[in-house]
Every structure is written in structure tokens, then in C-alpha cells.
């Protein structure tokens, strides 16, 4: 059969050099997969060079406590415990995801100006059995990749400070309204306390107490007085029986003894007695001296009895008409202890009486005080416990307003932001040795599936 000849045109001659091209399926695949791996080499190697700064971050790994006393009032106990002790999470992991949160992003691209999607997602590496973030990020030049490590650096501590600023804003809100209320319990206390003083004896305690010690040394004075007048009331009595006089008429005697009148009556009488002893051995009971002289000495003995009758009372002329104290001193010193030892007598019975209405006073106050003591030791035990609770609020307010790693721990820079000498993207050696894998490749397959046919045969033989 015969072809009629018919002239080309440029359609007609491509359509040829395409049915020519299509005749060789394996070498129009291997140029185009040849061709698409050097477009995406090209692309990779067109890119805008990226540079990777990073940085290591530590958290601490113990806790603290601190321990406050305070006088009369108790403890106050602040502890830190460290964030590992837990296991529902683990601090780091929460660093992260802080780290990568859309409001930490926000913030560090706009301290340099940027969207977030220019600024980039950062990329976060736990350290296995340490406390260590490292935290890389890239960018554009050196310089920029550092400056965003310092941002999220920056902004990192900013929102964990508006965090802590939070937590303790709402731990102290809670803390000040029971406060409020423990400081309204001690006001009434306080309150009920003053209302008791203003009505009562008693004001503090110390007054029971100084009158309870009071009362015991009243009491123990008393046993002393009386001990002391038993013995000295025992001495007395002896010594009246031993001299034969009583301690009053023992006053007596010193009485008339120091008195003049009485002495010179008895001085008379005793010269009157002398010498009527002698007219009557000299001239009998009848003579006229006899006579005058027993008159005379009658006149003394009369002015004698009613001077001691008037001085010491009746009959004291008869006791003592041969007592001469100032001839008999001895005997006239145990006069003298007699009528002491009795003026003694006399001031520790008025002492113990003194004592003993003192006693009976202090007693009736005592019980007075003893009712008021106790309702007023009630008020103050719940004052006491009232300003304890108070005071320990307080303290643990302030306490853990010093807290504020409790929730966030302290995170620390352990390597400042490297600032990258080389970049990281593109890497003309990583394309070229990717190019060439995929070259490999493609020709393995390809020469693998044109030659499938001798390939099976050659198993098929073998097998």
C-alpha cells in the first residue's frame, strides 16, 4: 500500500517527534523524574539562607522551708516543696507547652516587631533525668535568630511573673477575707475583756495571784505569831510561878518602887518600927515615948496603905510591905523580864487579832476574785486563741506572699543565645547528595522495570 505524499507542517512534524519519543516510554521518564529532581534541588538551593541559635534552661531541683516563731504564740511554717515531687506533671513539660503557646508568640514577635508567622514556631528538647530546656529557633541572619531566642527568653519570664502576680493577687484575696473575720473574733474578744474589767474587782490576773501569795503569807505569818506567843505566854507563866507574882502585880511593885511619896512612907516606917522596937525593950508598952512613937509609926503605916491603895489598888501594902526591889536587884530583873515577857504577850495577841481580821478580809475577797478569775480566764483563753489564729493568718500571709516560686518554679539561663556562625538551610552539599540519591534512585527503578521480563526468567531458571 502506497502513501500519498502530502506536505509537513510544524504541528505535524511535533506530533511525529512526539510519536518518536513515546516509542522509548522509560527514557521519557527517567528526563522528566531527572527534571523534577533537579527543579526541587534548584528550589532547596534558591532558598533564603536560615541561621539556628539556641539556648539551655534549667529549673531547680529542691524545695525550701522556712520556719517563723513567735513568742507566745506559735509557728509559722513556709515550705517550698521541689515541682518533681509530683508525679502528676512535670514542671518542664508545662515550660514547654508555655513556651509554644500563641500568647508567648505574640508577645516576643511583637518586642521585635514581627508576625507571628514570621517570627516562627520554636523548637522545644527535654534532657532525659535532668532539668534542662533546650530551646532553638531560626532565622533570616544570625543576629535575628539570637534576638528571637532573647525574646522568648523575655517573654517566657514575663508571663511567668503576670502568672505568679495572678496566683498571689487571688491567694491573698481569699486569705484577707477569712482574715477579716479572725480580726472581727479578736475585736469581740478584746471587746468582752474590757467590758469585764469595768464591771468587776478583778482586772488582770496578777491580782489574783498577788492575793492568793498574799494570803499564804498572811497564814504563814499567823503560824509564826502563834508559835512565838505559845512560848513566850509558857516563859510568863514560869517565871509568875517561880518569882510568886503575877506579871500585874509585878507592874505594881515597879510602880510603887519608883514612887517618891511611897518610898519616903516606907523609909518612915521602917525608922518608926526601929525605934519603937527599942523604946518598948528600953521602956515597956506604956511610956509616953512608947506611946507617941507606935502613934507615928500607925500614921506612917496608914499614909503607906492609902498611898499604894491609890497607886496600885487595894490591899497592894499588904504584898508588898517587905518587898525592896533595889535590895534584891536579881529578884527585880525577873520582875522586869516578867513585865516584859507579858508587854510581848499583849502585842502578839493584838498582832494576831490584826492578822486574823486581815484573814477573814482577804478571804472574802478572795472568793470574789476566785469567781472573777475564772470567767476572766475564760475571756482570755478565748482572746489568746483568737489572736493566735489571727497572728498566724497574718504570718502565713506574709509568708506566702514570699512564696512565689510555689506553683512556677524559677527557671534559669544556664547558656546564654548562641549567636550562629553557619547557617542551617539551605546546605548545598545536603542538596547535591540528595540529588544524586534520587538520581540513583529513579535509574534503579526504571532499569529494574525495563528489564523485569530477563530478570523473572533468570528467578524462574534458578528456582
Not at 53 to 77: A, C
Not at 302 to 312: D, I, P, V, Y
Request: charge should be neutral; charged fraction near 20%.
Amino acid at each position: 500500500m502506497r502513501y500519498p505524499l502530502t506536505v509537513t507542517t510544524p504541528f505535524s512534524r511535533f506530533r511525529s517527534a512526539v510519536y518518536r519519543l513515546l516509542k522509548w516510554p522509560y527514557l521519557v521518564t527517567a528526563i522528566a523524574s531527572y527534571s523534577f529532581i533537579a527543579l526541587l534541588v534548584i528550589a532547596y538551593m534558591a532558598q533564603s539562607p536560615s541561621f539556628e541559635s539556641e539556648m539551655e534552661l534549667v529549673l531547680p531541683g529542691t524545695g525550701s522551708s522556712s520556719n517563723v516563731s513567735l513568742d507566745e504564740v506559735g509557728q509559722v511554717v513556709s515550705q517550698t516543696t521541689t515541682p518533681y515531687a509530683s508525679g502528676g506533671f512535670n514542671p518542664r513539660v508545662n515550660y514547654k507547652e508555655m513556651l509554644l503557646s500563641r500568647g508567648l508568640l505574640e508577645h516576643a514577635a511583637a518586642s521585635m516587631a514581627l508576625k507571628v508567622s514570621e517570627f516562627g514556631a520554636p523548637k522545644i528538647r527535654l534532657t532525659e533525668q535532668t532539668s534542662i530546656l533546650v530551646v532553638s529557633i531560626r532565622g533570616g541572619s544570625s543576629e535575628q535568630a539570637q534576638n528571637k531566642v532573647w525574646a522568648l527568653y523575655e517573654s517566657l519570664q514575663h508571663e511567668l511573673d503576670r502568672l505568679r502576680a495572678d496566683e498571689v493577687a487571688r491567694r491573698d484575696t481569699s486569705i484577707k477575707s477569712v482574715l477579716d473575720d479572725y480580726r472581727e473574733r479578736l475585736n469581740a474578744t478584746r471587746s468582752n475583756i474590757l467590758e469585764f474589767q469595768q464591771r468587776s474587782f478583778l482586772v488582770s490576773q496578777s491580782q489574783f495571784e498577788q492575793l492568793t501569795l498574799s494570803l499564804s503569807q498572811l497564814r504563814e505569818k499567823q503560824l509564826y505569831v502563834r508559835s512565838e506567843l505559845n512560848n513566850l505566854q509558857q516563859f510568863a507563866q514560869e517565871l509568875s510561878v517561880n518569882v510568886g507574882v503575877s506579871p500585874s502585880l509585878a507592874g505594881k511593885a515597879f510602880q510603887l518602887q519608883s514612887d517618891t511619896m511611897f518610898r519616903s512612907y516606907m523609909s518612915e516606917l521602917d525608922q518608926s518600927a526601929a525605934k519603937l522596937s527599942e523604946y518598948e525593950s528600953r521602956w515597956g508598952t506604956s511610956h509616953p515615948k512608947v506611946v507617941a512613937e507606935r502613934q507615928r509609926f500607925q500614921s506612917a503605916q496608914q499614909a503607906l496603905l492609902k498611898r499604894s491603895e491609890s497607886l496600885a489598888g487595894p490591899h497592894a501594902a499588904d504584898l508588898f510591905n517587905n518587898l525592896d526591889l533595889e535590895v534584891n536587884p536579881k529578884q527585880a530583873q525577873l520582875f522586869s523580864e516578867l513585865i516584859s515577857a507579858d508587854a510581848r504577850i499583849r502585842g502578839f495577841e493584838a498582832e494576831l487579832a490584826d492578822l486574823h481580821q486581815s484573814e477573814e478580809l482577804m478571804s472574802e475577797k478572795l472568793k470574789i476574785y476566785s469567781r472573777e478569775a475564772a470567767e476572766l480566764d475564760r475571756l482570755q483563753r478565748e482572746f489568746d486563741m483568737a489572736e493566735a489564729i489571727f497572728t498566724s493568718a497574718a504570718a502565713r500571709l506574709e509568708a506566702n506572699k514570699a512564696d512565689i516560686f510555689a506553683s512556677y518554679p524559677v527557671v534559669q539561663m544556664l547558656t546564654s543565645p548562641s549567636l550562629p556562625y553557619q547557617q542551617v538551610s539551605p546546605k548545598p552539599v545536603l542538596g547535591i547528595a540528595a540529588g544524586i540519591m534520587g538520581i540513583i534512585f529513579i535509574t534503579s527503578g526504571l532499569t529494574v522495570l525495563c528489564k523485569r521480563r530477563a530478570i523473572i526468567n533468570l528467578l524462574l531458571k534458578k528456582s
